[in-house]
Structure formats: structure tokens, C-alpha cells
């Protein structure tokens, strides 16, 4: 199982981006997917996180109203679509893949590489 994790870049406060994670290994219908952010010098937090079925989406409170997550399984594809952007959206962010979608770092098995995301102010 692979996951390959793009779409970071750099923004101006208030920009847009979306990132996307292609899922490998044929196990994307069956696992929730999640994003983590982890910015320097502190721990990877939870930021979104949706069901295998797509029914239930959550999110870091921090992030609500602006961030959405969704998945596209004719594609094997979780997005992040992240608007309102600002410089504390700052980080690496990681997809994960895991059983029920859950906020905890330890209830993800499989886990991409890391986009880095910068919002200049």
C-alpha cells in the first residue's frame, strides 16, 4: 500500500489550494481517509478525516467552515480542498489511511510522505 500525497505549495493569506492523496494497494473503498498537518517544532495534529463510504466527514475545529474534505473512489483519491488560508495553516501535511475515521494519530495503518503547505501573511 502506497499513498502519494501532492497539491502544497505556497499562498498569500486569504488563497486557496487543494491537495490531493492517490491511494495505492486496492484498499482505498475500504478505509477512512484523514489529513495531518505538522508544523515545525510541534506535534501532527488532525486536521479532516472522512468514513470509507463517504457518509461522515470531521473536522479539527480550527479548520471548520473552511476546509473540506471528500473522496473519489472511481479514482482512489481523498481531497483537501482549503480555503480562508492563513499563516497558522502553515505545515507538512500527511494523508492517512485506517479503519473507522477517527481523530487519532494511532488509528491510521498506512500513511503518505508529506506536502508542505506555506501561507505567507
Known amino acids: 500500500v502506497q499513498l502519494q500525497a501532492f497539491g502544497g505549495g505556497l499562498v498569500q493569506t486569504g488563497g486557496s489550494l487543494t491537495l490531493s492523496c492517490v491511494v495505492s494497494g486496492r484498499i482505498f473503498s475500504s478505509v477512512s481517509m484523514a489529513w495531518f498537518r505538522q508544523a515545525p517544532g510541534k506535534e501532527r495534529d488532525f486536521v479532516a478525516g472522512?468514513?470509507?463510504?463517504?457518509?461522515?466527514?470531521i473536522y479539527t475545529d480550527s479548520v471548520l467552515g473552511r476546509f473540506t474534505i471528500s473522496r473519489d473512489d472511481t479514482k482512489d483519491t481523498v481531497h483537501l480542498q482549503m480555503r480562508s488560508l492563513e499563516p497558522d495553516d502553515t505545515a507538512i501535511y500527511y494523508c492517512a489511511a485506517g479503519g473507522p475515521v477517527s481523530r487519532r494519530h494511532g488509528d491510521y495503518v498506512w500513511w503518505g510522505q508529506g506536502t508542505q503547505v506555506t501561507v505567507s501573511s
Open positions: 472522512i468514513s470509507w463510504n463517504g457518509d461522515t466527514a
